[in-house]
């Protein structure tokens, strides 16, 4: 530390003021600790048994159908139920724990999503509801949307005139 003489007495540099933003540019993960920090917190108060997710799914057009895959490893066929509503293909049901937590058990990191999850795909025009299928194997429901045969695309042929 520099002293300066002023006056008899030493003088001590007063520190600069440091800012937020000082702090996230030399410290550029403690804004992301903090919020990490904030979100475990609000959802260690989340009511998790009513809390309905969503699975990944993959959207496939084919010339003759659309496919719908939609994964939900661990999750029974029995638990798993698909309608179709105002031509909107309705997918849901519940994933079960499969283990059992018991009083006192703590939970160290916890990222699987459990309970009742629902997702809404709108069909299009051409979309034979009626012959829909399903099929549920290795934790992926594929879902096959046949086309309706009129909306198929055809090739015309060209006929030569006289």
Not at 21 to 33: H, M, V
Not at 127 to 148: Q, S
């Amino acid at each position: 530390m520099r002293k300066y003489k002023k006056g008899g007495g030493a003088m001590k540099r007063v520190p600069a003021r440091r800012s937020y933003i000082t702090d996230i540019f030399e410290r550029p993960f403690s804004f992301l600790r903090e919020f990490e920090r904030s979100f475990s917190e609000a959802l260690e108060n989340l009511d998790m048994e009513n809390v309905v997710w969503t699975p990944n799914i993959d959207l496939i057009e084919k010339e003759d159908r659309y496919e719908v895959y939609v994964e939900i490893p661990g999750v029974s066929k029995d638990d798993i139920k698909i309608n179709v509503k105002d031509n909107t293909l309705v997918i849901h049901g519940e994933r079960k724990k499969t283990y059992e937590q018991k009083e006192g058990d703590i939970v160290h990191y916890s990222s699987m999503w459990y309970g009742k999850f629902h997702t809404e795909i709108a069909l299009p025009s051409d979309a034979d509801v009626e012959n829909i299928e399903a099929v549920y194997k290795n934790g992926i429901l594929v879902v096959k949307i046949p086309k309706h045969e009129k909306s198929r695309a055809r090739e015309i042929e060209i006929k030569m005139e006289d």
